[in-house]
């Protein structure tokens, strides 16, 4: 915070004399309850606030207002300044706090509101002007009123500008992106689901790689990463990328990571069919179980959110298992495993570490060495499959606490390839129930999960549904249950569910791309630190 002296003075809060100490070296604001000779020292009442979580300082208009009672009688003019701050909730939630301090020194007033207010100042990461789209028909359609009510005011408070866009169609904010002129703004806000959320991906990704000269149909296309931050005020279904990336879907708590100007690096990762690029996703790439119902469910729209729960029994019961071949490449830059129990947190060690690994592997060309995927062995592994998941980050949500990957992590340039095989539908319920609680859900034989950085897969249908037809004709008993999927028969093909999208396209390319974008977030804080203030 540089070099400015600490500040230390008894000043007065809800009528209490107080000891308040500034600290610049530690960045720390802190106050506790004045007690005599001890006074110098906080006791357990203490407060404190880092300078990079107060919102503001501003000071409070005490005109015509005096003391009347107590020890305050003798204050024949007052002076005072609040300072609005981050205040930590239980669960990983933010809430917005204020205290306020008064004194009868109307220049000892003045020096903490310019001190606080310098310190603020060197705070360069935090945003100024915002680009904000909502969507007001996501969840339960209430983007507009959310942003309006929740978020707006503490925009306002912390003196951030914003141009909102509420979108009227599908794809209204990408293709947004691609023509305004962002150079203006510090970072663009979603207010919406998920799918809000991938589409301003798409466009900020889109527009970066246009500008670079990227060819984005290129799967080993080194794509650029944007310079504007994404934040997320939750207002969908599931929120599942804020609930991984925070710890909750609270709106007020992501306003005001986006207030302070957190930053959290994350991976993305690139679809590709026949060289043309189908989709990026963050959270979950599934085919089979997911993605069935994801296709059954955009048939029932009508039945609102209700339809997720209906497509999801009814693709359980109907327990289809597909036929095709994964190819991969583990990612062996990576320091931590899909079953190690760790998952990703603030400041993550495991994300750090391995994008170092990551880009000294990719130094080597560089250097007349062989690069590393040339000389790296594809893994093949070929089955029956009920569902096959790339879980880019834990996929956590309500409904899921630990999500579909616990320990997957954010920005290690890794993606956990999880492939549940043929089974019985009694254990494919038995792995499904895992997701709700504390168990390993990867600890079943019929389950495999790899840490890869690259992958493949083709159906057999799409490989061979020639041979495929004409073995059948030879056949003379074939499968007594092609006809009733009750009885987990292999179908030919299933669909792609890309962060709640679908790809036709079962024959795909996937390519993690290590940290490609930063969104307003510092990542789930490990026993975030609840204070109780004075």
């Given amino acids: 915070m540089g070099a400015a002296e600490p500040l230390s003075s008894a000043l007065w809060v809800k009528r209490r004399r107080c000891a308040v100490s500034l600290d610049p070296a530690r960045a720390l604001l802190s106050w506790w309850r004045s007690r005599g000779p001890g006074a110098g020292v906080p006791g357990a009442d203490a407060c404190s606030v880092p300078v990079s979580e107060i919102i503001t300082v501003e000071e409070k208009d005490i005109h015509g207002k005096h003391s009347t009672s107590g020890k305050w009688q003798k204050m024949e003019r007052l002076f005072a300044f609040t300072v609005h701050y981050v205040k930590r909730a239980r669960r990983h939630r933010w809430k917005w706090g204020k205290v306020t301090f008064w004194c009868a020194d109307e220049q000892l007033c003045h020096l903490w509101l310019q001190t606080l207010r310098d310190l603020l100042e060197r705070l360069t990461l935090r945003p100024k002007h915002l680009l904000v789209f909502i969507n007001p028909f996501g969840g339960k359609g209430q983007g507009k009123r959310i942003y309006e009510r929740k978020v707006a005011p503490l ?297 890869v950085k690259r992958f493949q897969f083709t159906s057999r249908h799409a490989e061979d549904e020639d041979r495929e037809l004409r073995e059948r004709g030879k056949t003379r008993f074939g499968q007594i249950c092609s006809d009733h999927p009750l009885c987990c028969c292999t179908v030919s093909s299933s669909s792609w569910n890309c962060d709640g999208e679908i790809l036709s396209s079962s024959a795909i390319e996937v390519r993690v791309h290590c940290q490609l974008v930063q969104l307003f977030a510092r990542g789930i804080e490990e026993n975030p630190q609840q204070e109780s203030h004075s």
Wanted: proline residues 3%; glycine residues 8%; contains cysteine.
């Fill in 155 to 451: 925009f306002a408070l912390a003196s951030i500008t914003t141009d909102v866009i509420v979108t009227e169609r599908a794809n209204h904010a990408k293709e947004s992106l691609y023509e305004i002129n962002l150079d203006k703004y510090d970072g663009v806000i979603c207010v919406g689901g998920d799918g809000m959320f991938s589409e301003i991906l798409h466009g900020l990704i889109g527009r970066t790689q246009r500008n670079a000269g990227v060819d984005q149909n290129q799967p080993r296309a080194a794509l650029v990463p944007s310079p504007l931050r994404i934040g997320i005020i939750p207002a969908g279904s599931t929120d599942c990328v804020c609930y991984s990336t925070v710890g909750t879907n609270d709106v007020e708590t992501s306003a005001l990571h986006i207030i302070v100007g957190d930053s959290l690096s994350m991976d993305v990762s690139s679809v590709h069919h026949n060289s043309t690029l189908l989709r990026y996703f963050v959270s979950l790439l599934g085919y089979g179980f997911y993605g069935d119902i994801i296709k059954d469910s955009e048939k029932k729209r009508w039945m609102g959110l209700a339809r997720y729960d209906f497509s999801g029994l009814k693709t359980f019961f109907s327990h289809h298992c597909y036929e095709g071949t994964v190819c991969f490449l583990p990612a062996r830059h990576t320091v931590g495993s899909p079953r190690d129990r760790k998952p990703c947190r603030a400041g993550c060690s495991v994300c750090r570490q391995s994008k170092q690994r990551l880009e000294e592997e990719q130094k080597r060309p560089l250097c007349g060495l062989e690069s590393t995927e040339e000389v790296e062995e594809w893994k093949v592994i070929c089955g029956k499959f009920l569902a096959i998941n790339a879980a880019n980050m834990s996929c956590a949500c309500h409904r899921s606490p630990r999500g579909l990957s616990p320990a997957a992590h954010l920005g290690d340039g890794s993606s956990d390839l999880i492939l549940i095989r043929k089974c019985s539908r009694f254990n494919f319920l038995r792995f499904l129930l895992r997701h709700t609680n504390h168990y390993d859900q990867f600890d079943f034989t019929f389950v495999e999960v790899y840490r």
